[in-house]
């Protein structure tokens, strides 16, 4: 584990001003034996900026701290997640398929949303399905500070607490982006930072069969799924085929056995 006071874009910097030195020396020959010593590390800085790029991006690994993206089990159970909600019209269609076909869902909310539409927040609570905390201007905490990260997820808790009674014990970053830092203040929060194993893609509306076909292909037992009700804070693209394509995975995994629960029933069967 880093130092939590470390962020990774300023290890990025400092990993570029350590590569550019390695090509310096390498290109004026300086310390060239009995190896490139200036090439190598420049080499070894882009590596081990590549893998902490990575490690922050990549929704299932641990490398950060610890995350939540599915769970090991012999039952076949599936926990269908919904982000950047709520979002009118599509954030009540969508709840108006789930009451239909009696499937619970969790919900990561961003704060501005709820505050436009605190009704909806107040359905979904209603209608039995988990919420979440998504901050409250879907930002990239990994560009945010410290005191700017606390900001986002204090008033989305607050703003959501003041809707429904209560602050989600849950949250998922936008875009999944997280470093040593986020992951501190999320302790700090006793907030659970829950990603994904099975992502949709539908956010950039490729079609409702297409948005089934790429969800369905990845399903196993324990899966986490990531789909959209909403549009981040701009609230522009629809959602409509995210709620066919949801129909769909509902009709195909309930015909295949398959049992939805939220996020935190999920996690409660884990059987590792």
Request: aromatic share 8%; proline share 5%.
């Amino acid at each position: 584990m880093f130092d939590t006071n470390v962020r990774l874009i300023s290890m990025l910097g400092l990993l570029t001003v350590v590569v550019t030195i390695g090509l310096v020396l390498d290109y004026f020959r300086i310390i060239k034996r009995p190896v490139r010593l200036g090439l190598s590390i420049a080499v070894l800085g882009i590596i081990v900026g590549f893998v902490l790029t990575l490690n922050a991006v990549m929704p299932r690994n641990h490398f950060y701290g610890p995350v939540y993206s599915e769970i090991r089990t012999s039952q076949k159970l599936v926990a269908l997640t919904f982000d950047d909600g709520p979002y009118p019209p599509y954030t009540g269609q969508l709840l108006d398929l789930l009451k239909e076909k009696q499937v619970p869902a969790t919900f990561f909310v961003i704060g501005q949303n709820v505050a436009k539409h605190p009704e909806l927040l107040r359905r979904i609570v209603d209608e039995g399905h988990q919420v979440g905390n998504h901050t409250y201007n879907h930002v990239d905490l990994l560009k945010a500070d410290r005191q700017a990260i606390i900001s986002e997820i204090e008033k989305t808790n607050q703003v959501i607490a003041d809707v429904i009674g209560y602050a989600p014990h849950v949250m998922r970053p936008p875009h999944g982006f997280r470093d040593a830092v986020v992951m501190d203040i999320m302790a700090e929060y006793k907030l659970k930072v829950v990603e994904w194993s099975v992502a949709s893609r539908d956010w950039v509306n490729p079609g409702a069969e297409v948005i089934a076909e790429r969800t369905l292909g990845k399903i196993k037992n324990g899966s986490v799924v990531l789909l959209h009700d909403g549009d981040g804070v701009a609230a522009k693209l629809p959602r409509s085929q995210t709620i066919a394509a949801t129909r769909i995975i509902i009709d195909r995994l309930a015909a295949e056995g398959y049992r939805f629960v939220t996020v935190d029933e999920i996690l409660n069967m884990s059987e590792e």
